[in-house]
């Protein structure tokens, strides 16, 4: 039986893969034989993920734009494989809560996932062939964390959809999950989290003790996109360190 994953001849797209657990999913995949398209908004790091990965193929597109998305995603399918990465945190209390940071998280956490999507889904169904969705999600989309109104939100949401995604899509041979972790350890989140008394406040709450490492989260995702979770859809695999047990 084979131990190792292998996506050898299978095509992927990874949104928000600029830096981060998308950069490292899309580096995972590309090492593990897959053909890899990686989308962000930034194009120096497109560029520096292609120096560090040179088969990886890039676009440069910001989510929130509907018409460009479509028309750029539809011409760089079919895909197989889809990673929804690209997210915003726009933490504000909610009294403060602002139009503008509502709408941008909405339109990037739950309306780029919809729609992106969609367009990958539709490729798929068309070419005839089975396929894989991983949306990013995360603890917060669970239980109610200050500040955190709108992120909380648009993470739930983002559950319910990937669950109505994966009852429709599922008769196509489409299994759609979500990874739900925990504070990770990313270049952003080290920093995020280096207050020593803000940091205890969470890691009291979580039982391992400690916060998610960026592949403890990849090696979750490539699982969930691998024919090794063949009989898994719907489903939202928690990397949390038992902080929802706690």
């Known amino acids: 039986m084979e131990t190792v994953l292998s996506f050898r001849g299978r095509r992927a797209l990874v949104t928000g893969a600029g830096k981060g657990i998308g950069r490292a999913v899309a580096v995972a995949l590309s090492r593990a034989g897959a053909r890899v398209t990686a989308l962000?908004?930034?194009?120096?790091?497109?560029?520096s993920l292609t120096r560090e990965c040179p088969g990886i193929e890039t676009l440069c597109l910001d989510l929130a734009d509907w018409e460009a998305v479509e028309a750029a995603v539809g011409a760089?399918?079919?895909?197989?494989?889809l990673v929804n990465n690209a997210a915003v945190a726009e933490l504000q209390p909610f009294l403060q809560v602002t139009?503008?940071?509502?709408?941008?998280s909405l339109d990037v956490n739950f309306g780029a996932v919809l729609h992106v999507s969609q367009i990958v889904a539709r490729q798929m169904i068309a070419q005839g062939v089975p396929g894989a969705i991983v949306n990013v999600s995360s603890q917060a989309s669970k239980r109610a964390?200050?500040?955190?109104?709108?992120?909380c939100s648009t993470k739930s949401a983002l559950d319910m959809l990937s669950q109505v995604m994966a009852m429709e899509l599922g008769p196509h041979k489409i299994r759609v999950n979500t990874v739900n972790p925990t504070v990770v350890m990313t270049d952003m989140g080290r920093i995020n989290w280096s207050d020593p008394q803000k940091s205890a406040a969470m890691l009291d709450r979580i039982p391992l003790g400690k916060f998610a490492e960026v592949d403890d989260v990849v090696n979750s995702i490539l699982f969930l996109l691998s024919d090794k979770s063949a009989m898994t859809t719907g489903s939202s695999l928690m990397i949390d360190g038992g902080f929802l047990v706690s």
């Open 40 to 47: 962000s908004r930034t194009a120096a790091d497109l560029e």
């Open 76 to 81: 760089a399918g079919p895909f197989e494989l």
């Open 99 to 104: 139009r503008s940071a509502l709408q941008r």
């Open 145 to 151: 964390l200050r500040d955190h109104a709108v992120y």
